[in-house]
């Protein structure tokens, strides 16, 4: 027999290794969605589910928007794809210069990769080549914080905070260090938006200055809010102060609007929310309604007049992706951009953020219940921890929800919910009503 013909093949629907999933468990009981429209997916048995995740914190104008539809249609029709490696085509630009224009302040040039991750691994590499071309190289450290998620590249897991990440790989970048994280239940429990405690943790950053000194470190990079470990909103004051320091020793700041941009807080980016301006903001997700893949790292000029002035002939900056700018995910973020702008999305999300606030505090005092938080369109509930039993209450939860055709995510002991910025009054009483039920009856 051929070697390379395979004995026996997998059953038909194991061959697909599902990402962040237990790949065993789920084979044999698969929960398929079928398709989805707006608010609400609809199961492979017809069951409709209120979304209340927008995805994965990025179907933020709802599901199946025909002007999205129709704008990937026309653009596969008219170019499918160019190398934007020393050629180019125009759509790409188009969508910089209205990202540019999104951007607050002088955030007006744009790195396009294909995620989150992509991302973040591109600013990293910015930062460090900025550095670089101002003539200082030796700031080779980058400074992260625990319980931050910047994605599964190596740059974003090494500056990333969730441990069980980065034991699994052992080798990650070295030269690098973490601030600690922002929560604290004992002082900030149930606050609504930001914290008034905390603004301390952010001079942790000086600690850091002063073990390795400022002239070896080239960036700190924070979500603005964190998501992926349980929506922590920062302390009142504390980007601000990061700023400051940054701003003192010479560091550059990036923020990682993966999940914080497009409206997510009722503003463009979480930079504009507080009115701090960082040197690099990552994107991803909300940029083109999750409908094509994309990511974009956008610079302040500065950053991107030292590493293009610093060119010497051949490509500044040696780093690109096959899919940089690719035409049909440029066509995705152009009708993604034109929909929140025509539909005044980012200010919905705004106006109903306190009407989510509330609902999401009306679960306070109920059975397990240690804490919720929340911050524009987003929140968490966070349980009592179940002594070796991580995410027990949170997880549960998620099932029962599910199973009464709501979406809600656990991460952690928490329970998170991110809606499309589309969501009604009465689909935020339902998605609380729901989670109130099911914690009722555990
Ligand atoms: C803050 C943040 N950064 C980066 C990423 C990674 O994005 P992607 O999954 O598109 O690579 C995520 C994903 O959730 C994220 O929340």
Redesign the pocket.
């Known amino acids: 027999m051929n070697d390379l013909a395979a004995p026996t093949r997998p059953a038909p629907y194991q061959s697909y290794w599902m990402p962040f999933t237990t790949n065993a468990a789920f084979k044999k009981n698969p929960r398929l969605f079928a398709s989805a429209k707006g608010m609400y997916y609809k199961t492979m048995d017809g069951r409709e589910v209120l979304d209340g995740t927008a995805g994965?914190?990025c179907v933020n104008a709802g599901h199946g928007r025909d002007r999205i539809t129709e704008a990937v249609a026309e653009q596969l029709r008219t170019l499918d794809y160019a190398s934007s490696f020393q050629l180019g085509h125009p759509i790409a630009f188009e969508c910089a210069d209205r990202l540019a224009e999104l951007a607050p302040g002088d955030l007006d040039y744009v790195f396009f990769g294909n995620?989150?991750?992509?991302?973040?691994d591109s600013a990293l590499k910015i930062a460090l080549a900025y550095h670089r071309a101002r003539g200082e190289g030796g700031r080779v450290r980058l400074v992260g914080r625990e319980r931050a998620?910047?994605?599964?590249g190596f740059g974003?897991v090494s500056v990333g905070g969730i441990s069980k990440h980065r034991v699994a790989y052992g080798n990650l970048l070295p030269y690098v260090d973490h601030l600690p994280a922002t929560h604290d239940l004992a002082t900030q429990a149930y606050s609504r938006g930001e914290p008034e405690q905390g603004i301390h943790f952010a001079d942790e950053l000086l600690r850091i200055i002063n073990i390795h000194d400022a002239s070896t470190i080239a960036a700190v990079i924070v979500?603005p809010v964190a998501?992926?470990t349980g929506v922590l909103p920062p302390p009142r004051g504390y980007l601000k102060r990061l700023r400051e320091i940054c701003d003192k020793h010479g560091i550059l700041l990036i923020f990682?609007e993966?999940?914080t941009g497009f409206g997510r807080l009722g503003t463009s980016f979480a930079a504009e929310k507080w009115g701090v301006l960082p040197d690099i903001i990552?994107c991803?997700?909300g940029l083109t309604n999750a409908a094509v893949p994309m990511?974009a790292t956008i610079v302040r000029s500065h950053v991107y007049e030292a590493v293009v002035g610093a060119g010497t002939g051949g490509p500044e900056l040696p780093h690109g992706y096959t899919y940089s700018g690719h035409p049909v995910a440029c066509a995705a973020a152009l009708a993604t951009l034109d929909i929140y702008r025509d539909e005044g999305l980012f200010e919905r999300a705004a106006k109903m953020a306190p009407y989510w606030e509330a609902g999401a505090h009306s679960l306070k005092g109920m059975p397990h219940v240690v804490d919720i938080r929340n911050c524009g369109l987003l929140a968490a509930v966070e349980f009592q921890a179940a002594p070796g039993k991580a995410g027990y209450h949170a997880q549960a939860l998620h099932q029962a929800c599910l199973e009464k055709g709501v979406l809600v995510r656990a991460v952690g002991d928490s329970l998170v919910a991110s809606p499309p910025l589309i969501i009604e009054r009465a689909e935020i009483d339902r998605l609380w009503g729901t989670v109130a039920e099911c914690l009722r009856a555990r």
């Open positions: 994965l914190w995620s989150g991750s992509e991302a973040v998620y910047h994605g599964v974003g979500e998501g992926s990682d993966v999940i990552t991803a997700k990511g």
